[in-house]
């Protein structure tokens, strides 16, 4: 079946480092994928949509600068967390959906825990 | 925007009894809902869905129900099973490849 892949699943890092995370999707294309925020016993928040060739959508109150994405390809999005520090400390999940006919339920990865220090 | 409330936030059922989970919604507009079962450090992974024309679906032991009336929709396990336990979160979206809204989840407990 349709899987997602992260990279990293873990990440501890130092206060002000920036950390990028990646989205695969392994066996179909994807023009949209979406990155999602969990904190500890909560639910997943929509962070932004990440759209292949154009620029993301934020949801509100998600800082643009701080999180970057980028879609360059119909199987890889990036999220970058520029200059993190201990409340980006969360769990970051990506999702994404098949294109064409037939197209099939979105699709999770299994996430990265990022600890900042 | 779209507001989706999930309930119980806990629960614990006897190994072999059922278990329901409900959730309601806001946009009439909402066409798509999933359900999804999420095991400690895993991203979440679907477990049924349905869309807004249909009333009741179900694979195996697992069913959802929907009433687009009211706007709530619940997921029903029958026959639980140690590996049921986990937390379920029902969502809401307009299509299957549009973005999800979640409920807050439920911590499902099956007790031996």
């Known amino acids: 079946g349709a899987v997602v892949s992260q990279h990293p699943s873990r990440v501890i890092c130092k206060s002000g480092t920036s950390v990028k995370i990646e989205c695969r999707s392994l066996?179909?294309?994807?023009?949209?994928m979406f990155w999602y925020r969990q904190f500890p016993k909560q639910s997943l928040m929509l962070m932004a949509t990440?759209?292949?060739?154009?620029?993301?959508?934020?949801e509100q109150g998600v800082e643009k600068d701080k999180f970057l994405i980028n879609h360059a390809s119909l199987t890889l999005s990036t999220l970058t967390v520029t200059s993190a520090h201990p409340e980006d400390s969360s769990f970051y999940i990506c999702?994404?959906?098949?294109?064409?006919?037939?197209?099939?339920?979105?699709?999770f990865g299994d996430g990265t825990r990022l600890s900042i220090l | 925007g779209e507001n989706v409330e999930q309930h119980p936030s806990t629960l614990s059922v006897q190994e072999g009894d059922s278990a329901v989970i409900k959730c309601t919604y806001s946009?009439?507009?909402?066409?798509?809902f999933p359900w999804y079962k999420q095991e400690l450090g895993k991203g979440p992974q679907l477990i049924i869905d349905?869309?807004?024309?249909?009333g009741e679906k179900k694979d195996q032991r697992i069913a959802v129900t929907l009433n687009k009336t009211a706007k709530h929709f619940s997921l029903h396990i029958t026959e639980t099973q140690p590996e049921d336990s986990a937390v379920y979160f029902c969502?809401?979206?307009?299509?299957?490849?549009?973005?999800?809204?979640f409920g807050k989840g439920t911590r499902l407990h099956i007790l031996p």
């Open positions: 999702s994404a959906s098949s294109v064409g006919p037939g197209f099939g339920p979105q699709h």
């Open positions: 066996d179909f294309q994807a023009t949209t």
């Open positions: 990440s759209n292949e060739g154009s620029k993301a959508t934020y």
């Open positions: 946009d009439s507009a909402s066409n798509y």
């Open positions: 349905i869309r807004s024309n249909v």
């Open positions: 969502a809401v979206s307009m299509n299957r490849d549009d973005k999800i809204i």
